[in-house]
């Protein structure tokens, strides 16, 4: 079973505001990952890591940014939301083979 | 042509029904297979995971690999109306390179 964690899981926010999702695993792994997943739509990488200090834009253009001080924790910003930023972001992490996801942030930009 | 091809679904099954799933791949450098199975407004949950051609078997699961081929196939045996949701395939290389398919639909009527 996997120990990802994701907060805030729900989030209605007003259009100009910043917002910072944050993920956190005890699993000890260097690599992480954040996806953007519309409702019923695929997966699209958005950023990824290799370990402490290394961020890396994904396939998808996104407006966030992401920061990796500590090997646990992997948070996503949003400096000024827009409701195109509307979504589910769902952060995940790999010992190197399987790729283990958290429950998922859903974000609501009105 | 997409690097992974899923069956598009939506599929519907009455309980007690095997279900199959599939993929296909282009690219041979894909090492690790996985299936995910997503609860609407979840993350994805690793359901099954294998890095060689055959059978792998997991309960009711039972997840399939042919990379001569390049095709991978989840078989659910005696389906219930709780496996009712989406199922992801996804696929790794050794260098980190993970591709998702697009999804495909469940639901399995009582």
């Known amino acids: 079973e996997a120990d990802i964690y994701q907060t805030p899981r729900y989030l209605v926010i007003g259009t100009g505001k910043k917002i910072t999702l944050e993920c956190s695993q005890t699993m000890g792994h260097d690599k992480m990952y954040w996806y953007q997943q519309d409702p019923g739509m695929e997966l699209h990488l958005i950023h990824y890591?290799?370990?402490?200090?290394?961020?890396e834009k994904g396939d998808l253009s996104s407006e966030s940014t992401v920061s990796r001080i500590r090997t646990e924790h992997f948070p996503l910003t949003l400096e000024s939301a827009r409701p195109s930023h509307t979504s589910q972001y769902l952060c995940?992490?790999?010992?190197?083979?399987?790729?283990?996801f958290g429950e998922g942030s859903w974000l609501t930009v009105v | 042509q997409k690097e992974v091809e899923q069956d598009p679904g939506p599929l519907s099954v009455p309980e007690g029904a095997i279900v199959s799933l599939n993929c296909t791949y282009s690219?041979?450098?894909?090492?690790?297979f996985m299936w995910y199975r997503q609860y609407s407004r979840k993350g994805p949950e690793l359901l099954m995971y294998?890095?060689?051609?055959g059978n792998k078997e997991d309960g009711r699961f039972t997840a399939q690999v042919d990379k001569s081929s390049k095709y991978i196939s989840l078989f659910i045996r005696d389906s219930q109306p709780s496996d009712s949701a989406t199922y992801l395939c996804?696929?790794?290389?050794?260098?980190?390179?993970?591709?998702f398919g697009p999804g495909t639909s469940l639901s399995v009527i009582p």
């Open positions: 690219n041979s450098a894909f090492q690790y």
């Open positions: 890591s290799y370990g402490v200090n290394s961020t």
């Open positions: 996804a696929m790794k290389t050794s260098y980190d390179k993970v591709i």
């Open positions: 995940a992490s790999t010992p190197g083979d399987t790729i283990y």
């Open positions: 294998t890095y060689s051609s």
